[in-house]
């Protein structure tokens, strides 16, 4: 069984060591498209502020920590997906299969003034 996590942030890097712990002989693939180490985003503040090291961002502190758990991890840019050939795309042209497909990208604010009546969805949750 291969499994392939798309994001490498908290959701994906727990989602990872789960499925270690609960299949100890599957393939684990996990991706980032960052170029980093999976880490936190909400150390960044504590990080520009010069409170912390870069490495005091990381999610988990030893450089082996998912070669230690077989979990192989991979920088690159999803980019498209074949569900019915099972098959991820990368943004460097480069494609991985999988059994089971995991997107852990996270996600965007989006500004609610984009919406007509948002003045009154924003005063109707206040006033409750
Ligand atoms: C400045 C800041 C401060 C925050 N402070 C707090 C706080 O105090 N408390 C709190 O609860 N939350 C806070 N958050 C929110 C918190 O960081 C997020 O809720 C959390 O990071 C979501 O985790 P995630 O794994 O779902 O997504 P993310 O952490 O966003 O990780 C997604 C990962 O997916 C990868 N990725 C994206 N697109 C692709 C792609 N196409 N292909 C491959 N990989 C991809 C990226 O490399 C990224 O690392 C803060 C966020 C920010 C930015």
Known sequence: MKYLILGNGPAGVIAAETLRHNDPAGEIVMVGSEGLP?????????????????????????????????????????????????????????????????IATGSRPRSTRRYPDSTGRRSRIAGR
């Open 38 to 102: 999976p880490y936190s985003r909400m150390a960044i503040p504590y990080f520009l502020e010069g409170n912390i090291e870069e490495a005091g961002m990381y999610l988990r502190k030893t450089a082996d920590h998912f070669a230690s758990l077989r979990i192989t991890e991979r920088n690159g840019r999803a980019v498209g997906l074949d569900t019915a050939a099972r098959l991820v795309r990368y943004a460097d042209g480069t494609s991985e299969n999988y059994d089971k497909l995991l």
